[in-house]
């Protein structure tokens, strides 16, 4: 049975600094993409960041050079570290994982963890 389990989300300043964990388990093998998404109030689930199993990363152009994705398969878990955060990053964001790509997308798969919150203010 496949689990993902976010963590560390929680409330901080513009221009603060979080680190979003999402531990997996479930799988017998390391061989599978990992996406993060969000989801602000009001508004459709989007993909954030994305790492194939080959460590390769793509990220929205909201977020390049503010947020780093990365995975550490001996703890079976993908990391998301996110800098100099602004009040549109506000948001629940998802871990998915064993998406497919198209046309160099990452199309999420029925792997969905829980959530955890982000919200940036003052």
């Known amino acids: 049975q496949v689990q993902l389990v976010e963590s560390g989300g929680g409330l901080v300043q513009p221009g603060g600094s979080l680190r979003l964990s999402c531990a997996i388990s479930?799988?017998?093998?390391?061989?599978?993409?990992i996406g993060w998404f969000r989801q602000a109030r009001g508004k459709e689930r989007e993909l954030v960041a994305d790492?194939?199993?080959?460590?390769?990363?793509h990220y929205a152009d909201s977020v390049k050079g503010r947020f780093t994705i990365s995975r550490d398969n001996a703890k079976n878990t993908v990391y998301l570290q996110m800098n100099n955060l602004k009040p549109e990053d506000t948001a629940t964001y998802y871990c998915?994982?064993?998406?497919?790509?198209?046309?160099?997308?990452?199309?999420?798969?029925?792997?969905w963890g829980q959530g955890t919150q982000v919200t940036v203010s003052s």
């Open positions: 479930g799988f017998t093998s390391d061989h599978y993409a």
């Open positions: 790492i194939t199993d080959s460590r390769w990363t």
């Open positions: 998915n994982a064993a998406g497919t790509y198209s046309g160099g997308y990452y199309y999420p798969s029925r792997y």
